[in-house]
């Protein structure tokens, strides 16, 4: 019998590893295929979207298919929330410090989420954050990588310290506007960084002596406007417990797309996607006058098909996955 039996077993074997392989090579795309139009959908009528001044949103929405993908993906505090309510440390690398480098710890139970954009203040500099990290409880120390939006200072803004030897970071701004965000992600380079947060506080009239992003916050006016904003898009978005994500427009363009696994990850990161929102199109923005037909041409390049998609982002935007499951898609123009 096992003579019999064995060059059977074998050529089974053998043509199982073809099969074997496929199956492997397409887990990827059976995985993440779920940011497309098979399951999600995008409303391109006049009463599915919001527009207000010169900020256009397109919701995107998950169909239950996508819904049942992410349904155990949990929950996540944000940078903002954790920062807020102490459960993070956030420090520089070491008493000297170095730019692109800081250190963060998770004091708490919860699992911070943190994406790459979002604008910290303190240290020797303020800091954008440069990737995604998800940060487990108790963490221990990790390392983050960021880019310096403040040009003109290399010092602590708390020279007496009692708590630790290197300056520490200990307030949130916001996420950077969407010009800044699209340089943090797809240049990846300081001096273009340094370049565009200069452009914004030209626009903003709100240049400093150090030169950082976050004066653009001095500006009475845009602090105004950016309330207005906020106030016309937050509820309305948040209410709509299948939005997953948005297009977003300004005048005749579309500046960007972010996407996110849950409407609760969404809803999390809502207020401060909308401060980015707000700040193009209230600096770089008009009216929106845009056809439809750009909009869904836009939109057919990411949610066509997953192979479109990657290639898309590949070229102008980037996601993030953690533990098999992609948590968030950012495309620009």
């Known amino acids: 019998m096992q003579l019999h039996w064995e060059p059977h077993l074998k050529r089974n074997t053998a043509n199982m590893k073809p099969l074997f392989l496929a199956i492997t090579m397409a887990l990827p795309f059976l995985c993440f295929s779920q940011y497309t139009y098979d399951h999600v959908k995008v409303d391109f009528s ?56 800081l250190s963060m710890e998770n004091i708490s139970n919860d699992t911070i989420i943190i994406l790459p954009g979002e604008i910290i203040k303190g240290g020797k500099q303020d800091r954008i ?3 995604d990290v998800v940060l487990a409880p108790h963490s221990g120390k990790k ?48 001096s273009k960084v340094w370049n565009e947060v200069e452009n914004i506080n030209k ?16 500006s009475d006016n845009l602090n105004k406007e950016m309330a207005q904003y906020i106030k016309f898009f937050l509820g309305k978005l948040k209410a709509e417990n299948d939005v997953i994500g948005v297009v977003v427009v300004t005048g005749g363009r579309v500046v960007g797309c972010d996407l996110f696994a849950t409407h609760e ?15 193009e199109a209230i600096l770089n923005g008009n009216v929106a006058v845009i056809n439809t037909q750009t909009v869904k041409a836009y939109a057919d390049k990411l949610f066509k098909s997953e192979s479109v998609q990657q290639a898309t982002l590949k070229a102008k935007g980037s996601s993030f996955t953690h533990n098999g499951k992609k948590l968030r898609v950012s495309n620009f123009d």
């Open 143 to 190: 390392r983050l990588e960021v880019f310096c939006v403040e040009s003109g200072r290399w010092s602590d803004r708390e020279p007496v310290r009692k708590t630790s030897s290197a300056a520490d970071f200990k307030s949130y701004h916001s996420k950077g506007a969407v010009s800044l965000r699209k340089v943090v992600e797809k240049e990846s380079d300081q």
């Open 203 to 218: 626009k903003n009239k709100t240049a400093t002596r150090t030169k950082t992003y976050t004066a653009i916050t001095n």
């Open 129 to 131: 954050i440069r990737k």
């Open 46 to 101: 006049t009463a599915g979207i919001y527009t207000y001044k010169n900020l256009r949103l397109y919701p995107v929405r998950a169909k239950e298919s996508f819904k049942n993908q992410f349904r155990s993906v949990g929950t996540y505090l944000t940078l903002q929330e954790a920062i807020a309510k102490n459960k993070i440390k956030i420090a520089e690398k070491d008493e000297s410090g170095t730019v692109e480098e």
């Open 265 to 279: 990850l969404f809803a999390g990161q809502l207020e401060s996607l909308l401060q980015s929102y707000a700040t």
